[in-house]
């Protein structure tokens, strides 16, 4: 019998640039239609390629390169994605 261990997760907010992410909750639902409009969504897997002060530069699951403002992202919860994907 395996025990079930609680996943921890982050905020986007606090992603590194290089780091490919899941999204696992979108946690409000302005958030949501925000995030839905350039692309991104519970589920998918983006590439960090910056996070600067005032915003972060995802790569989305088609290859869209987006602009997220800090406060969009500290409403995202994220787990690092296993497979690594050049940006």
């Known amino acids: 019998m395996y025990a079930r261990m609680e996943q921890t997760y982050r905020s986007l907010a606090s992603a590194n640039a290089?780091?490919?992410?899941?999204?696992?909750?979108?946690m409000s639902s302005q958030a949501k239609?925000?995030?839905?409009?350039?692309?991104?969504?519970?589920?998918?897997a983006v590439f960090c390629r910056a996070n600067t002060r005032a915003c972060l530069i995802l790569r989305t699951p088609a290859?869209?390169?987006v602009s997220l403002d800090q406060d969009w992202a500290r409403f995202i919860q994220i787990e690092v994605a296993s497979s690594p994907v050049a940006g």
């Open 18 to 26: 290089g780091e490919m992410l899941a999204i696992r909750r979108i």
């Open 33 to 44: 239609q925000f995030c839905a409009q350039v692309g991104v969504r519970e589920g998918d």
């Open 63 to 65: 290859g869209r390169v």
